[in-house]
């Protein structure tokens, strides 16, 4: 009869192959040394959460409950991907499709509210629709900053 093999441990064999183990961000957003941005942390928090509610909606409708995990955990790995944006017109364009999650998880969410027989989290309604008037405003900025934007290039070129 073979011998057991020993339960994998992922941070042993990974200190194993690079020398260390796996740790913490070393500065999270908001702590010393990064200004803080009230759009990453709260989706962050909205992914979290997201995550929670999709745990209990496994048990109803497992197909759903991914549709909805993906689309509001996808909304801050936008925003933050857009945090590291080549250009203003990248940063718009990243933000652009975050906003497009956040309405498809609005949606899902409100889907979850007309069937009885599925969980439901007012909390999390709640941020969803708190987040969407941010997003119009960040949106609505930055399609104006990067208009000014071209109307100097414009300017540049044709004086």
């Not at 073979?2 to 990974?14: S, V, Y």
């Not at 250009?87 to 998880?105: G, N, P, V, W, Y």
């Not at 930055?142 to 109307?151: D, G, I, K, M, P």
Request: positive net charge.
């Amino acid at each position: 009869m073979e011998a057991l093999q020993p339960d994998f441990i992922a941070n042993d064999w990974l200190a194993s192959i690079s020398g260390g183990g796996v740790e913490e961000p070393a500065k999270p957003y908001g702590a010393a040394g990064h200004r803080r941005n009230a759009v990453v942390e709260e989706t962050f928090e909205l992914a979290s959460r997201v995550m929670d509610f999709c745990e209990r909606l496994i048990g109803v409708n497992r197909v759903f409950a991914d549709q909805v995990l993906r689309s509001g955990t996808s909304v801050g790995s936008h925003v933050r991907e857009a945090q590291s944006a080549e250009s203003l017109s990248d940063f718009l364009h990243k933000m652009k499709i975050a906003h497009k999650e956040l309405e498809e998880t609005d949606y899902r969410l409100a889907l979850c509210h007309v069937k009885a027989h599925y969980p439901h989290d007012a909390d999390l309604v709640k941020r969803v629709k708190a987040l969407v008037p941010l997003f119009h405003r960040i949106l609505t900025t930055t399609r104006s900053r990067l208009n000014e934007q071209l109307a100097v290039r414009r300017s540049r070129r044709n004086p």
